[in-house]
């Protein structure tokens, strides 16, 4: 079995230090704060024009990657240690997450040692991107943890495992 891990919100949590990112960018730009407990994500910025949001996101990017990094996340020790069964060999992460951003979070983490390899989607059409994932192992069937169940919505894949604790809601789907 191959198995493919999300990254935000499910193998870390780093929606505080992500929001602190956002926040610093858009108040470097002349924007007020937004102070709320759910992720920041560009989708939310549609009343920036998009030159303007392309640099608060790569500012964001840049204070995100700071040496605070590893101690301003949290990883979920529970898929950690999934990982370590599973083996490298059959574990990939799957993100739509910026690469710089994600290359040092494996760094500073040192997460890359559980991981084959980062596969990058912009997870925009779910059938699209379990054909892709799918074809690039070669298999039929394959389990994938992801924190959002939209993603899997209308879908009767099986949960075969979750992890639920304070900082993560993680689901297994055999896909």
Known sequence: MKYFVDLDDTLINSTNLNN???????EKYGYSRIVTSERLTREKFKFIDKLKLDKIIELK???????????????????IKKLEIYKKSNCFLWTKANKTRVLKILEECKLDRYFKEVIFDKKISFEESITKLKNYVNSKQIVIYENNRDFFVSKNYKIIDVIKNQKFDVRGYLV
């Open 20 to 26: 602190d990112a956002y926040n610093f960018a858009l």
């Open 61 to 79: 990017q840049l204070y995100f990657c700071q040496d605070w990094l590893k101690y301003r996340i949290t990883l979920n020790e529970l898929i």
